[in-house]
């Protein structure tokens, strides 16, 4: 059974950090391109930033310079560390596992809230 819990998330005020985890299960975890998505309150959900199976990185342009993603294969956990939050970050923290061929799956949601 595929699982993907992610921890991590709470409130915090701008400017502040948190970092999120991602523990994966059931799943052949070093093949799999991980990203981390959000949504907003009536919003689509959106690709934070991703890592792919060989460690190559990508964000999108409202985190770059203040969000890391990595990964540990030996763990089968991938991270994002947030710093300098804004309140437009304020959304729910989705871990994605995305394979060409096996599909991709998702875990349930870490909230992130960043007061002003």
């Known amino acids: 059974q595929v699982q993907l819990v992610e921890s991590g998330g709470g409130l915090v005020q701008s400017g502040g950090s948190l970092r999120l985890s991602c523990a994966a299960s059931?799943?052949?975890?070093?093949?799999?391109?991980m990203g981390w998505y959000r949504q907003a309150p009536g919003k689509q959900r959106e690709l934070v930033a991703q890592?792919?199976?060989?460690?190559?990185?990508n964000y999108t342009d409202s985190v770059k310079g203040r969000f890391t993603i990595s990964r540990d294969n030996a763990k089968n956990t991938v991270s994002l560390q947030m710093n300098n939050l804004k309140p437009e970050d304020t959304a729910a923290y989705y871990c994605?596992?995305?394979?060409?061929?096996?599909?991709?799956?998702w875990g349930q949601g870490t909230p992130v809230t960043v007061s002003s």
């Open positions: 059931g799943i052949t975890f070093r093949i799999y391109a």
């Open positions: 994605n596992a995305a394979h060409r061929v096996y599909g991709s799956r």
């Open positions: 890592i792919t199976s060989g460690g190559s990185t």
